[in-house]
Nanobody, 122 residues
Framework: QVQLVESGGGLVHPGGSLRLTCATS????????MIWYRQAPGKQRELVAS???????KYNESVQGRFTIFRDNAQDTVTLQMNSLNFEDTGIYYC????????????????WGQGIQVTVFA
């Protein structure tokens, strides 16, 4: 059974930092794109940052320059370093593994973590 488990969330003041880690039970080298999403209260889920197999990173404009996504293939983890947090960063953050290459073939898959709360408060 595939598992993605997020950790590192919590409470932080504006300007603070948090590091979210997604620990997986899969070989992330085979994953097409690892993605962090978030969902703020009353809003739709949005993409925060993504990282391809070729280490191409993309960011939501609202986090550009403040957040960094990176991977550890040896540990099969993906991390989201979040700096200069503000109130608008509050929400539940989800780790997603999208697309998988196996034995030379691509298949469309989506694996999700259970989500972790990040709260920025005054």
């Amino acid at each position: 059974q595939v598992q993605l488990v997020e950790s590192g969330g919590g409470l932080v003041h504006p300007g603070g930092s948090l590091r979210l880690t997604c620990a997986t039970s899969i070989n992330i080298r085979n994953i097409d794109t690892m993605i962090w999403y978030r969902q703020a209260p009353g809003k739709q889920r949005e993409l925060v940052a993504s990282l391809t197999r070729n280490d191409r990173a993309k960011y939501n404009e609202s986090v550009q320059g403040r957040f960094t996504i990176f991977r550890d293939n040896a540990q099969d983890t993906v991390t989201l370093q979040m700096n200069s947090l503000n109130f608008e960063d509050t929400g539940i953050y989800y780790c997603n593994a999208h697309g998988e290459f196996k034995m030379g073939a691509y298949r469309e898959i989506d694996y999700w973590g259970q989500g972790i709360q990040v709260t920025v408060f005054a």
